[in-house]
């Protein structure tokens, strides 16, 4: 396996959305791709200091644009919520885990888009962020396969450029198996966060749902939160801003016109790459496993599909396009062909049979937006 990393995050409740298949559509943009040797990453993590709760949390609901108290008790002081990172990920001798007294964001994580982004900002202005992922879901439920909007190895890229949106302080992901929590009511989760995992709080969009069955909302969460000991805090959904944005059947219950990896799909199965960009709030990558086999000529690469480690839009001619090529990712422009079978990229300038590509297999990044 080329691609180390966390897996997209998924509720934790004992049920899905399934979604349907949207048809291809032709799509114009430009875009960028950027040539990388093989790699694997893994997401780092807390080390074994944890912050101890002088006095109750405080409760708090949040909204985009900052900050709303519920005082409920005292008034919370935080100490030494941060933490240095490590990489292993099981217990210390004393008890504490990588997350230990960092504040943890609550969510379904596929396609980290600006609503996720706005968790990770609210937990980075409490703490340290982290986003909580649950791995396993689809073995557990049986779903069909499906690639993710983001490639695993390309998860810990996208966090790290919120970097200065939170703070200076890059979310980092940690991972549960889902089959180890699927049955806890929402009191025994919230227990979890609290004296296994030990953090400090949490933070959930409006809509949450977690528990067996997705049984608990964001209220109950603030409740249990408070009566545990940790903070609670709720912000408003990231609306999508596109002006037929509710006119959007996404066939998801839930949909109220926030921001959602669902509509990220649907943009992309459109070609849609402007309203992509503006749903993630970067640029879509693509990443393809590729070697000097899919050369077609010194200037034209064709991977196939199997060869793509996440979502691809949908099948059209992308065109103003740049490649970027080595550590000075030297920009070239070129095209971009996504049909049925492969994806192409061309460029007029500079031989792609000059970089760094060989028999083995090598990480192809392309950038549409």
């Given at each position: 396996?080329?691609?180390?990393?966390?897996?997209?995050?998924?509720?934790?409740?004992?049920?899905?959305?399934?979604?349907?298949?949207?048809?291809?559509?032709?799509?114009f943009?430009?875009?960028?791709?950027?040539?990388?040797?093989?790699?694997?990453?893994?997401p780092?993590?807390?080390?074994?200091?944890?912050s101890?709760?002088?006095?109750k949390?405080?409760?708090r609901?949040?909204?985009?644009?900052?900050?709303?108290?519920?005082?409920?008790?005292?008034?919370?002081?935080?100490?030494?919520?941060?933490?240095?990172?490590?990489?292993?990920?099981?217990?210390?001798?004393?008890?504490s885990?990588?997350?230990?007294?960092?504040?943890?964001?609550?969510?379904?994580?596929d396609?980290?888009?600006?609503?996720?982004?706005?968790?990770?900002i609210?937990?980075?202005?409490?703490?340290?962020?982290?986003?909580l992922?649950?791995?396993?879901m689809a073995?557990?439920?049986?779903?069909?396969?499906r690639?993710?909007?983001?490639?695993?190895?390309?998860?810990?890229?996208?966090?790290?450029?919120?970097?200065?949106?939170c703070?200076?302080?890059?979310?980092?992901?940690?991972e549960?198996?889902?089959?180890?929590?699927?049955?806890?009511?929402?009191?025994?989760?919230?227990?979890?966060l609290?004296?296994e995992l030990?953090v400090?709080?949490?933070?959930?969009?409006?809509?949450?749902?977690?528990?067996?069955?997705?049984?608990?909302?964001?209220?109950?969460?603030?409740?249990?939160?408070?009566?545990?000991?940790?903070?609670?805090?709720?912000?408003?959904?990231?609306m999508?801003?596109?002006q037929?944005?509710?006119?959007r059947?996404?066939?998801?219950s839930?949909?109220?016109?926030?921001?959602?990896?669902?509509?990220?799909?649907?943009?992309?199965?459109?070609?849609?790459?402007?309203y992509?960009?503006?749903?993630?709030?970067?640029a879509h990558?693509?990443?393809?496993?590729?070697?000097i086999?899919?050369?077609?000529?010194?200037?034209?690469?064709s991977?196939?599909?199997?060869s793509?480690?996440?979502?691809?839009p949908?099948?059209g001619?992308?065109?103003?396009c740049?490649?970027?090529?080595g550590?000075?990712?030297?920009?070239?422009p070129?095209?971009?062909?996504v049909?049925?079978?492969?994806?192409?990229?061309?460029?007029?300038?500079?031989?792609?049979?000059?970089?760094?590509l060989?028999?083995?297999l090598k990480?192809?990044?392309?950038?549409?937006?």
């Amino acid at each position: 396996m080329l691609c180390g990393g966390s897996r997209a995050l998924q509720h934790f409740s004992d049920y899905h959305h399934h979604h349907t298949s949207i048809g291809l559509g032709l799509g114009f943009c430009g875009a960028k791709i950027v040539l990388l040797s093989s790699f694997f990453l893994r997401p780092s993590s807390q080390a074994k200091a944890r912050s101890q709760l002088s006095h109750k949390l405080r409760r708090r609901i949040v909204s985009s644009s900052g900050f709303h108290y519920k005082t409920s008790g005292e008034t919370p002081i935080l100490h030494n919520c941060f933490s240095q990172r490590k990489d292993d990920p099981e217990l210390s001798a004393d008890g504490s885990t990588p997350v230990s007294g960092g504040i943890v964001a609550l969510g379904k994580f596929d396609a980290l888009h600006v609503g996720h982004r706005e968790l990770a900002i609210q937990a980075s202005r409490v703490g340290t962020p982290y986003l909580l992922s649950f791995v396993g879901m689809a073995e557990v439920f049986g779903w069909e396969p499906r690639a993710p909007i983001v490639a695993k190895c390309d998860r810990k890229r996208v966090l790290t450029s919120w970097d200065s949106y939170c703070g200076n302080k890059a979310p980092v992901e940690y991972e549960i198996e889902f089959a180890s929590v699927r049955h806890l009511t929402p009191r025994e989760f919230v227990e979890k966060l609290s004296k296994e995992l030990r953090v400090c709080g949490v933070v959930a969009g409006e809509n949450y749902r977690f528990g067996y069955k997705a049984s608990g909302d964001a209220s109950e969460l603030v409740r249990l939160c408070e009566e545990y000991g940790i903070g609670a805090y709720i912000i408003t959904s990231v609306m999508d801003k596109k002006q037929d944005s509710k006119k959007r059947d996404s066939g998801d219950s839930k949909d109220r016109g926030q921001v959602s990896s669902t509509r990220v799909r649907q943009a992309l199965a459109a070609g849609d790459m402007s309203y992509v960009s503006e749903l993630l709030g970067r640029a879509h990558r693509l990443i393809l496993q590729a070697n000097i086999r899919d050369m077609q000529s010194e200037r034209r690469i064709s991977v196939p599909r199997s060869s793509i480690l996440n979502l691809p839009p949908g099948n059209g001619v992308y065109k103003a396009c740049l490649v970027l090529v080595g550590d000075d990712e030297t920009s070239v422009p070129c095209n971009v062909v996504v049909d049925t079978s492969c994806i192409h990229v061309e460029t007029e300038e500079l031989r792609l049979c000059n970089s760094d590509l060989s028999q083995e297999l090598k990480l192809l990044s392309v950038e549409f937006g």
